[in-house]
């Protein structure tokens, strides 16, 4: 039973636009959503998160959307850089409870 | 510098032999975390643990063990009993209860021959 889904499993945009990655989740005891970046081979590298209490955070090019009423949450990146190009995990956990759930990730590709 | 190790990068085995993952942290994290990757997949959580001495299965637990005698150690040991051993192997660490990140260590590739 997955919790937190990606249903893009990829994702081509071309340098300067913007991309938007989607996360959806069936969990509502979840009060903390995160994002991470992860290049082949390598450990997932912490991007962005947001608490329930919030609508949206931004940092820098990174911004993430959390709609709790839809259960979703959107990561944008304006504008997108060729380096951005790697996979993008959305993860949730519920209050008080230390276990993370990751979704399948979404492969981005930003082209020059 | 802070951080997460794993070693080695790559493990080579043989089909029947159990192989122990290391993890090592020195952040000062309470808990620590296995999870597996396979090849287009997303992580997949093995063990926790959220202080020494102590550590819960998660979803795909059969097949590993693992042991937390050190707060900054946390190894994985792959059974023969695990149908499917060769994947990529993650270990995480997060500094305890609280909205936090995990932070992740390299990983490390088993290929079981």
């Known amino acids: 039973d997955q919790q937190v889904k990606q249903n893009s499993p990829s994702l081509s945009v071309q340098e300067g636009r913007i991309s938007i990655l989607n996360c959806d989740y069936t969990?509502?005891?979840?009060?903390?959503f995160l994002w991470y970046k992860k290049y082949p081979a390598e450990g997932p590298t912490f991007l962005i998160s947001?608490?329930?209490?919030?609508d949206k955070n931004e940092d820098g090019r990174f911004t993430v959307f959390l709609n709790k009423s839809a259960k979703h949450l959107s990561l944008h990146i304006v504008p997108s850089q060729p380096g951005d190009s790697a996979v993008y995990f959305c993860?949730?956990?519920?209050?008080?409870?230390?276990?993370?759930?990751f979704g399948s990730g979404t492969k981005l590709n930003v082209k020059p | 510098d802070g951080g997460i190790t794993q070693s080695p990068k790559y493990l080579f085995r043989k089909e029947g032999q159990n192989v122990t993952l290391s993890c090592e942290q020195n952040?000062?994290?309470?808990?620590m975390y296995w999870y597996r990757q396979d090849p287009g997949q997303g992580l997949r959580l093995i063990y926790y643990?959220?202080?020494?001495?102590?550590?819960q299965k998660g979803d795909i637990a059969e097949g590993y063990s693992v042991s937390r005698e050190k707060k900054e150690s946390f190894p994985l040991t792959v059974t023969s009993a695990q149908k499917n051993p060769t994947a990529f192997y993650l270990c995480?660490?997060?500094?305890?209860?609280?909205?936090?990140?995990?932070?992740f260590g390299p990983g490390t590739r088993l290929t079981v021959l």
């Open positions: 995480a660490s997060t500094r305890g209860a609280g909205p936090d990140e995990q932070f």
């Open positions: 969990n509502s005891m979840f009060d903390y």
């Open positions: 947001i608490s329930s209490i919030k």
């Open positions: 993860a949730a956990r519920a209050f008080n409870f230390n276990k993370f759930y």
């Open positions: 952040l000062n994290h309470d808990a």
């Open positions: 643990s959220q202080i020494v001495n102590d550590f």
